[in-house]
């Protein structure tokens, strides 16, 4: 028998072609003029895609950060793909790319999410505040301040801005960032004295002294008599 034949018996009047190994499996031993070419199945995790091999080709592997797109096969190699913007994976060969944690109400990012990390949160500092469900920032807005003519209606919190409203009838706030719920009264022009001028929300009321001819004997008048 010659080139890829044989025959087992004696005086055959044929040679028989050796056997071919599919994909999927391997040549485990060639052939020879009297015995037929022995094939073996790819072991697990291994493929051969042609006829023949000598050897299996062991699986890609999908590294951190990826997933496994397609499951190899005794004919096909593993196939991996990138975890998508917003998803990671900390292990080879993962199925699927998990999503970054939320940072919900009151939280900021502490640290950024990557492709084989997770995002981490922490609480909003003093004064800041978040009030949605997934702040994509490494801080949170301010509270807002209680500025000229304004007093605090609700104090802040992490999951809540401040909110201000003017000052009451009578009393004013001359400042930029009011921290209390009041705002302070306006002077009283004892006896003696009028108003110079009328107080308004941002300001005090003013005072003067009566002169040595006029007088006044009542508090806030607006002229002396």
Not at 7 to 17: H, M, Q
Not at 172 to 183: E, I, P, R, T, V
Request: charged share 20%; aromatic share 8%.
């Amino acid at each position: 028998c010659t080139g890829s034949t044989y025959s087992t018996a004696l005086n055959s009047p044929t040679c028989d072609t050796w056997r071919d190994c599919p994909a999927g499996q391997k040549d485990k031993l060639d052939g020879s003029s009297t015995t037929n070419r022995t094939c073996a199945n790819c072991p697990a995790s291994t493929y051969s895609t042609q006829e023949n091999s000598r050897t299996c080709d062991t699986w890609k592997t999908c590294q951190a950060g990826q997933k496994v797109k397609l499951n190899g096969s005794p004919t096909t190699n593993r196939a991996c793909t990138e975890c998508s913007l917003g998803t990671y994976s900390t292990s080879t060969n993962s199925q699927s790319c998990s999503s970054w944690r939320k940072c919900g109400s009151g939280q900021r990012v502490s640290a950024v999410g990557s492709n084989i990390a997770n995002r981490t949160c922490t609480n909003c500092v003093n004064k800041t505040y978040y009030s949605g469900d997934n702040n994509t920032a490494t801080s949170c807005s301010d509270f807002a301040k209680c500025g000229q003519g304004k007093k605090v209606t609700e104090y802040g919190t992490k999951s809540k801005n401040q909110t201000c409203q003017n000052c009451a009838e009578g009393t004013f706030y001359d400042g930029n960032d009011n921290n209390k719920k009041s705002c302070t009264l306006w002077d009283t022009c004892a006896p003696g004295k009028s108003v110079n001028s009328e107080g308004t929300y941002r300001l005090n009321r003013t005072c003067q002294n009566c002169d040595a001819q006029h007088y006044s004997d009542g508090d806030n008048f607006a002229s002396c008599l």
